[in-house]
Structures are given as C-alpha cells and as structure tokens.
C-alpha cells in the first residue's frame, strides 16, 4: 500500500500542538493546552468490564447505515509529498532491543500505546480510554473507546477548544474508538487499531446520536470548532462526512473568515499533492469518521512488534469482507469461498438460521496473519505536517 513519507510527530505532550515552528505556524494564543491524558496502566479498567459490555444501541431506523471503508489511504502519492525532515523524537529513542524485551516481559504498559497494522486489519495494546465521566461527552458505548494516547488526547483538545468558545456547548456524542485491544469492532470494518473514531455532529435542536445532520439541525458554528481544533491541533489523517454537510461546513468556515486556498485544499485538495481531508462515503451523514496518523503510537508498535512476535503474542487480524448474495449462495458455499466457517459468518451477521437472500449484502469474516508493521524495520513511521492554516481568522 503506497503511504506519504514525512515527519513523524514527537511524544504524547507534543500530539496536540505544532509539532515545531517549522512544521506548523502557532495555534491562537487562546488555543486550549493540552489535556491531561492518564497513562495506559491507570486508565484500564478491569477486562471483564468490556467482556460483561451490552451490544451499543442500534442506530435509528431511519439511519444510514455506514460501514467504514477499508483504507482510503491509497489515495495517497508518496511521490508528491513534501521533502522530509528528520524524525522527531519518540518516547523509546535509546532503548536497546534487551531494554524493550525485558520490558515487555515485566512491565508492557511502560512501553505506551502501540497501533499494530492498519485501521481495517490490526490490533490495539496499552491503549487509552476516553474518560466515562466527562460531562462535555456523551459515549454510546462506553466499553469501546480505547484509543491511542494521541487519539484521546485530540478528543479531549478539541472538546475543550468547543467549550472554550461555546460555554454551555452540549456534550458531543461519541460513537466507537477501538476494542481495549482493537480487532475486529461490530459493525464496523476499520476501528481496529485505536486510531479511528465516530463523533456526533453539534445540533441546534439537541438531536440524539446517530441524527442525520441537515440544513435545519446542523449547528455549523460548534461542528466546525470541533473539527477545526482537531485539524490544527492534532495529526488527522482523513475525516469521513456526507458530501452535503461538506458543503454546509464549507460554506459557514468562508463566511466565518477562514483562509481560502486552506479551506480549498481541506474540502478538495491540492492537485498533484495530496488529496482533500474530508471524503464522502455513503453512511455518513449521521456522524463523523475521524482517523487520526498517532504516528507515536505506531513507531512503538514497528518497535516493539519483533518481540511480540517472538514472544507469540501477537494474534492473527481478522477483516471483514462485503458480499452480495446471488441466488443459489448458501452459507457453506460462501464459508468455502472465503476461507472460513459457515459458524463465523453466521454470528458476524447475526443468523439464527442458514438461509440467505439474494441481493442482500453478507459480512464475511476472514483471518490473515498477525498485523505487520506498516513501516519498513529500519526505517521510523514518517506522517505529513498538519494541514494548518496561514493564520487564525
């Protein structure tokens, strides 16, 4: 898979302001700091509080229903990226093979948050959980918004960025993050790997989660702060949004005084550079699919990930695959096709029985080896800058 080649940002302080003056201008002065995040070992709760977690409430039934997209990475030209600067520093710089080992063995939370693979085929370890008791959020399903450290720490940035200029702002509904230990997370087929997160929109009317956004409801002003202070503040790599609220959230950041050629190149790109942040994919006009690059989060894991292969503990990824049923598909024929259990198919899509209907699309659930590293071993994980404005408005 074809990735961008440029700097990787520092330690977990620096995930949530300009990386350096050379790589981002300075935030307002009025820019929030950074929240506090717990370290990995204080914010994890008991296994079986996940294990004992009820299913998330169904979204609406007149909901889009959205399955994620496997990776719109390949959309990216590494050819056209910007000339890299070198690597910043990483939490683990001096630490030798034997210091990593042993602490793996005794003592892994020391290591940090670690996003094995990719969003649609990896695993999560040592992540962090966005706090149950934030009164400016509203989780949907509490058990299942571990992240990495950068990716709760932009969460909380930006909330506070929307509160600092909202006072009395709602509490934002939020959707899934990852497992505690990421893989495969129902119905999705990315938010594996603590780096992915469904965020509801700001309404003017109190609107539940999962609302479609509209004209009428979208409160633009709280919505835009959001994600605004998510670009500037932190390393967003894609955010997933109906083009139509693309369009009322382009036209509130113009009237509002944002830098044209900035808010250009967020809704369309740059040509022959690099594509647009926001993307359209069906399913989305009900929440935002924010991914974040936690370019820390992944250096540990290409770090760390030979010892976890030697020691075993690395578990083999499970995807999920779309299929359409045709007359004549039956689940054994299907289990047979893809390489898995008509038992495995049946509890991914809920089947008491064994019948299936023609044209009625089945999640296919598949096993692959365990998730590699997505950066060559001699070489550190490299993101692009942030997509920053020239200046503040």
Not at 2 to 25: D, E, I, K, T
Not at 62 to 77: F, I, R, S
Not at 216 to 228: G, I, K, P, Y
Request: proline share 12%; glycine share 8%; aromatic share 4%.
């Amino acid at each position: 898979m074809r990735r961008w080649v440029v700097p990787a940002a520092a330690a977990l302080v620096l995930s949530c302001g300009p990386r350096s003056p050379a790589a981002a201008p300075s935030p307002p002065p009025s820019a929030a700091p950074c929240p506090a995040v717990p370290p990995a070992a204080a914010a994890v709760a008991a296994r079986s509080d996940e294990a004992a977690a009820p299913e998330p409430a169904a979204a609406p039934a007149d909901a889009e229903p959205h399955d994620d997209v496997d990776d719109l990475e390949a959309d990216d030209d590494p050819a056209a990226a910007p000339a890299a600067a070198a690597p910043a520093a990483h939490p683990l710089d001096g630490w030798s093979d034997e210091r990593i080992a042993a602490a793996l063995a005794s003592d892994p939370a020391s290591l940090g948050a670690m996003s094995l693979g990719r969003p649609n085929a990896g695993a999560l370890r040592n992540g962090v959980q966005l706090p149950r008791d934030d009164p400016r959020l509203t989780l949907a399903d509490p058990a299942r918004t571990w992240g990495t450290g950068e990716t709760i720490a932009a969460l909380l940035l930006a909330v506070g960025e929307v509160h600092r200029q909202y006072p009395g702002a709602p509490p934002l509904h939020v959707g899934h993050v990852s497992a505690r230990e990421g893989g495969p997370l129902r119905p999705h087929k990315s938010h594996q790997s603590g780096r992915d997160v469904d965020l509801g929109f700001y309404y003017v009317d109190g609107s539940r989660w999962y609302s479609r956004a509209t004209a009428e409801n979208l409160d633009r002003a709280r919505t835009w702060a959001l994600l605004r202070a998510l670009i500037v503040g932190s390393d967003v790599e894609l955010v997933l949004v109906d083009h139509s609220i693309q369009r009322l959230l382009e036209q509130h950041a113009r009237e509002s005084g944002e830098d044209s050629a900035w808010i250009e190149d967020l809704f369309r790109g740059t040509p022959g550079v690099r594509p647009p942040l926001f993307r359209h994919v069906a399913g989305h006009a009900g929440h935002l699919h924010v991914r974040f690059y936690s370019p820390e989060a992944r250096e540990t894991a290409r770090r760390v990930t030979p010892h976890l292969r030697r020691a075993g503990a690395l578990p083999p990824t499970r995807h999920v695959v779309l299929h359409r049923a045709r007359a004549g598909d039956t689940l054994q024929r299907l289990a047979k096709r893809y390489g898995t259990t008509m038992a495995a198919i049946r509890g991914e899509n809920r089947l008491r029985g064994a019948k299936l209907v023609a044209g009625h699309t089945y999640r296919i659930p598949r096993d692959g080896p365990p998730p590699a590293p997505d950066a060559a071993p001699d070489r550190p994980v490299r993101v692009p800058p942030r997509r920053t404005p020239p200046s503040a408005p």
